[in-house]
């Protein structure tokens, strides 16, 4: 038997770790004190330019825009006129077609995303899931313009057609869908915006249901639920929070998108209840016409359109961060 070794000599041996470490600390403070505050510094200014950006852009709307500013005041929002040739501009037209437009969006693509996040992560075969999860961000990646070709090449004739004439025929006691059959306008709009902004709710809302906890399915399923039921209470219940936050982020890319709206929605500075009746955007009247702009009150007032979709996506993203908060009672955040 071996003998066991003294105590004195185990303590020294537990010991000699921390002291080894103490030593290090007074023997080279400097040295672990000068990139602790190095990194630092560089956190802080990273965290601070966030909010310089937002606050620069912002000045450097209000400062572009003065002359259209002093010239109508607030009621350049709400006017209703569009007149570059009178020097006559308002920016009610374009308001009302960005937020149509982008609530269509959003009426379309939510319960897709959802629907395909939900297929995704608890139905479909375990060979299918990547390839499955690849075409939809693949849907991602496919340019813009390209959506706008297809959009006016196929989508549009479609509409025109097909589409249209039957909601004409089932839904046009409404009064939103009436009116000369154009195949471009608000609906296309809306149509190819939704089929933009699927990836992006989808992609976000696949990555929350799957890390919602497997025993939550468990737990749920051995109460006696049904699949739909251990869907909608287990998963989605406690995934709520990241799936409005991918709405929100899809939200953000409706107000914003310009090329592919502006090919199929129109371009028309009214405003109709009719979804088959053109319209226009703040962000395509800005694509379209900004280098057409001749006269300074004309560009003060492409600016000041600029500034006006600034003010929308805060407010439209303020008002989905009060969303998130009334759902999770102030518990939690959304990580955008």
């Given amino acids: 038997m071996t003998s066991m070794p003294p105590l004195v000599h185990v303590d ?64 350049f929002f709400y006017g209703h006129d569009w007149d570059p040739v009178n020097d006559s501009f308002g920016a009610m037209p374009f308001i009302y077609g960005t937020l ?26 375990q060979g299918l899931r990547a390839f499955i999860s690849f075409m939809v961000e693949l849907l991602a990646a496919i340019p813009s313009v390209i959506y706008g ?26 009064g939103f869908f009436g009116g000369p059959m154009y195949g471009l306008g608000m609906l296309a709009a809306g149509i190819i915006m939704a089929i933009m902004v699927v990836p992006v709710i989808a992609s976000i809302t696949r990555e929350v249901m799957t890390a919602v906890p497997q025993n939550q399915r468990e737990a749920v399923l051995a109460l006696g639920a049904t699949r739909w039921e251990m869907i909608r209470i287990g998963v989605l219940r406690n995934a709520r929070i990241g799936i409005v936050g991918g709405i929100i982020l899809g939200l953000g890319r409706a107000l914003g998108e310009t090329m592919a709206v502006t090919m199929v929605i129109g371009n028309r500075p009214e405003i109709s209840k009719s979804l088959f009746a053109p319209g226009y955007t703040m962000a395509s009247v800005i694509a379209n016409e900004f280098t057409e ?8 007032a492409l600016v000041e359109i600029g500034l006006a979709l600034f003010i929308v996506t805060l407010i439209v993203n303020a008002l989905a961060r009060l969303l998130v908060w009334s759902i999770t009672g102030g518990t939690a955040r959304v990580r955008a």
């Fill in 12 to 75: 020294q041996q537990r010991q000699a770790p921390s002291t080894v470490l103490e030593k290090i600390r007074h023997t080279y403070p400097a040295s672990s004190r000068i990139p602790d505050a190095v990194f630092g510094v560089i956190i802080l200014i990273s965290a601070i330019s966030v909010f310089a950006i937002v606050v620069l852009v912002a000045w450097e709307l209000i400062e572009k825009s003065q002359l259209s500013l002093h010239q109508f005041g607030i009621k």
């Fill in 100 to 125: 149509v437009s982008s609530a269509l969006a959003l009426l379309l693509a939510v319960p897709l995303s959802i629907g395909v996040a939900v297929y995704i992560t608890e139905m479909c075969p």
């Fill in 149 to 174: 070709l297809w959009g006016i090449f196929v989508l549009a004739p479609l509409l025109r057609v097909y589409v249209q004439p039957f909601l004409a025929r089932t839904l046009g006691w409404t």
């Fill in 293 to 300: 702009a001749t006269g300074d009150l004309y560009l003060s």
